[in-house]
């Protein structure tokens, strides 16, 4: 009996003993598991496998790669026969290496010892993968699409029309290019890790004036002259800067012109000078003075030449230098002559003075334009001067005293007929226009005859009026 107890406890002895020495191995493998530098069994970055790699060693293995692969990393921008052929290092593309070792190298090492000890099994069983991220300077990319805009872009330019005294010359257009700078930076950034081929986007800025259209302009298709003699040198110094401006003028289809606009304010700094014009019916001294026989020549080489008439104003006077029906006032700020060109080709305005005249030419094209132009003026009602009478008792009797010029006054219909191989195709009344007649006005003694001629009297009054205009 004794035998056989001795014998239990030499046997729990020895298991004691064995588990003792299994318990102090296992503590001192798991210590040592738990304190290594090295990557955990299982832990990877990308395709890379860290297992068992210090911090510096998987550093290495990761840069290298992944540095040698970037050298082969381009992205391809191509416009034209201009290609650009950018490395990513050149847009600031960089690897975030550390971050990704250090996220690595974190496995298994954060949390108590049974939570650890739990994520080294798991990793080891199932695996951690890391991502490597990268990243890239947006600045730089700024500055390659500045660069690449600078190099493709090119200033548009218009077609250059010199008329050189009627022998017209006409230069080459260019078409512009303009580099899309904002979509192609964000195509950039759509790209960077597809590295697709890019087509760099421009814009083409086409020219209105191409020498194609502009070499339609090949003749005269309306002109028209007035007579200025007699006119002071100042009104004559108004209509040649006046002129001047509308001058030398290429007006594209579609193409509003103002005279105003185009000729300025009528101010003495401009150059204008002080002659005669007509307000509310009367001719005063100011400043501009003759700018309206410019206006009216023009008004009617446009109508010979079939342009479209916008705003248009007659005088309140007849103007001598035209028909009736046929002036165009203008004052600024009030009225204004305007009209566009409604061809398809464009339409160049060039004035002259000779002599005595003021010249104004339309030029077009005259082969598209295979009518003429007729415009008549009709006289359809012609209104007396009607005559007022003031007594004044202070005068001598028998006196008769003329206080205000009286004048005629007028209805006047303009028609603009279209003339084809010698028949008249088309009639249309263009304008009515009413100049309005002035009343004579007399001073006489209260016993004074008070039968005049007045409508004698109101043509010699026109006869007179004719002389100074505006």
């Known amino acids: 009996m004794e035998k056989t107890r001795n014998k239990k406890r030499i046997i729990l002895f020895i298991l004691i003993s064995l588990l003792a020495i299994i318990l102090g191995f296992g503590t001192y493998g798991y210590f040592k598991v738990l304190n290594t530098d090295l990557m955990y069994e299982g832990v990877e970055v990308d395709e890379f496998n860290l297992s068992f790699m210090t911090k510096e060693e998987a550093?290495?293995?990761?840069?290298?790669?992944?540095?040698?692969?970037?050298?082969?990393?381009?992205?391809?921008?191509?416009?034209?026969?201009?290609?650009?052929?950018?490395?990513?290092r050149e847009l600031g593309f960089r690897y975030d290496y550390d971050e990704a070792i250090k996220e690595a190298y974190s496995v298994g090492r954060e949390g108590n010892v049974i939570t650890r000890l739990k994520d080294i099994i798991n990793t080891k069983k199932k695996g951690v993968k890391v991502l490597l991220n990268s990243e890239y300077d947006k600045e730089k990319i700024n500055s390659i699409v500045n660069i690449i805009a600078q190099e493709i872009d090119l200033d548009m330019k218009e077609a250059d029309f010199d008329f050189n005294n009627g022998n017209i010359k006409i230069s080459e257009e260019v078409i512009g290019r303009k580099v899309n700078e904002e979509e192609l930076t964000q195509l950039i950034n759509g790209n960077i890790y597809v590295l697709n081929p890019i087509e760099i986007p421009v814009d083409k800025i086409k020219p209105v004036k191409t020498k194609e259209?502009?070499?339609?302009?090949?003749?005269?298709?309306?002109?028209?002259s007035t007579s200025f003699k007699g006119s002071s040198s100042d009104r004559i110094e108004n209509i040649r800067i006046s002129s001047k401006s509308l001058g030398k003028k290429v007006i594209m289809p579609g193409d509003i012109v103002s005279f105003n606009e185009t000729t300025g304010p009528r101010e003495k700094k401009f150059g204008y000078k002080e002659a005669n014009v007509i307000m509310a019916g009367e001719f005063t001294p100011g400043v501009g003075g003759g700018v309206c026989q410019a206006s009216t020549t023009l008004y009617n080489a446009l109508?010979?030449?079939?342009?479209?008439?916008?705003?248009?104003?007659?005088?309140?006077i007849p103007?001598?230098?035209?028909?009736?029906?046929?002036?165009?006032?203008?004052?600024?700020?009030?009225?204004?002559?305007?009209?566009?060109?409604?061809?398809?080709?464009?339409?160049?305005?060039?004035?002259?003075?000779?002599?005595d005249r003021i010249h104004f030419y339309v030029y077009g094209d005259k082969n598209a334009k295979d009518y003429t132009v007729k415009i008549e003026s009709e006289i359809v009602e012609t209104i007396p001067a009607k005559e007022e009478i003031v007594v004044d008792k202070n005068l001598a009797p028998g006196t008769k005293e003329l206080v205000q010029q009286g004048r005629t006054g007028y209805k006047v219909n303009t028609y603009k007929s279209i003339v084809k191989n010698g028949k008249v195709v088309s009639k249309d009344l263009i304008t009515r226009d009413f100049y309005r007649?002035?009343?004579?006005?007399?001073?006489?003694?209260?016993?004074?005859?008070?039968?005049?001629?007045?409508?004698?009297?109101?043509?010699?009054d026109q006869i007179e009026d004719d002389n100074v205009n505006d």
């Open 59 to 88: 550093l290495k293995l990761i840069k290298d790669k992944r540095e040698k692969e970037l050298d082969g990393k381009n992205m391809v921008l191509t416009y034209d026969d201009k290609v650009y052929d950018i490395n990513l």
């Open 213 to 224: 259209l502009l070499q339609r302009v090949n003749g005269i298709i309306g002109e028209f």
């Open 303 to 316: 109508l010979l030449a079939n342009v479209t008439i916008l705003e248009r104003s007659p005088h309140s």
């Open 319 to 355: 103007a001598k230098y035209v028909n009736f029906g046929q002036d165009a006032a203008v004052s600024y700020g009030y009225l204004d002559l305007k009209f566009r060109n409604d061809f398809d080709f464009p339409i160049y305005i060039h004035s002259k003075i000779i002599g």
């Open 437 to 460: 007649p002035r009343n004579f006005i007399y001073r006489v003694s209260d016993n004074t005859t008070t039968t005049f001629s007045n409508q004698e009297d109101a043509e010699e």
